[in-house]
């Protein structure tokens, strides 16, 4: 099975900062790679898919990046929305196995 | 409105048996696959199961394999997860997701997701 890491797993930064998250696999997995966000108490939502594609409606300062093993998700300029958990989620065997990342929690400082 | 309902969840106890039900509307259901999502209290998601738009095909992670059953009724617009043997490990708010899949660009990730059923199980 693909084990899938992520660092860090909390961050603590301020609105305007520049925020990298990264997310590895345990072997190479092309781009079948997707990046969520997730608000407590909310279902998560689609924010990047295939590495590196942005989903309609997510504002353009997120971006994704990567792809094989190692893969990034950069919010630009961090805004008040945006603190919250982000996971990934990789699909290289989909529809065997779907399995996220443990998560990175992005707080305020 | 492109919209996923979950419904079913509640306290069981360990060994009990419970059927959740996602209603799905705005969307042509017959033409996705779906997901079962789970999260255990203050834990990260978890992938549980999928099945194909047609139901010919059903996968599911390790720890549920000969427990739970996804199913579908295209006619209803329907999702289901039956769930049997239930553990306190089983514990969790569940979610059911319209799956993208691969595609040429590569994974499309799930798109559109309920609001989750929370399952307890417990004594």
């Known amino acids: 099975d693909i084990q899938m890491t992520q660092s860090p797993s909390s961050v603590s930064a301020s609105v305007g900062d520049r925020v990298t998250i990264t997310c590895r696999a345990s072997?190479?997995?092309?781009?079948?790679l997707a990046w969520y966000q997730q608000k407590p108490g909310k279902a998560p939502k689609l924010l990047i898919y295939?590495?590196?594609s942005l989903q309609s409606g997510v504002p353009s300062r997120f971006s994704g990046s990567g792809s094989g093993t190692d893969f990034t998700l950069t919010i630009s300029s961090l805004q008040p929305e945006d603190f919250a958990t982000y996971y990934c989620?990789?699909?290289?065997?989909?529809?065997?196995?779907?399995?996220f990342g443990p998560g990175t929690k992005v707080d305020i400082k | 409105e492109v919209q996923l309902v979950e419904s079913g969840g509640g306290l069981v106890q360990p060994g009990g048996s419970l059927r959740l039900s996602c209603a799905a509307s705005?969307?042509?259901?017959?033409?996705?696959?779906m997901s079962w999502v789970r999260q255990a209290p203050g834990k990260g998601l978890e992938w549980v199961a999928n099945?194909?738009?047609?139901?010919?095909?059903?996968y599911y992670v390790d720890s549920v394999k000969g427990r739970f059953t996804i199913s579908r009724d295209n006619a209803k617009n329907s999702l289901y997860l039956q769930m049997n043997s239930l553990r306190a490990e089983d514990t969790a708010v569940y979610y059911c997701?319209?799956?993208?899949?691969?595609?040429?660009?590569?994974?499309?990730?799930?798109?559109?997701w309920g609001q989750g059923t929370t399952v307890t199980v417990s004594s």
């Open positions: 997701a319209r799956d993208l899949g691969r595609r040429p660009l590569g994974y499309y990730g799930m798109d559109v």
């Open positions: 705005g969307f042509t259901f017959s033409s996705y696959w």
């Open positions: 099945i194909k738009q047609d139901g010919s095909e059903k």
């Open positions: 072997q190479g997995i092309s781009s079948w």
């Open positions: 295939a590495a590196s």
């Open positions: 989620q990789q699909a290289n065997s989909f529809p065997r196995d779907s399995g």
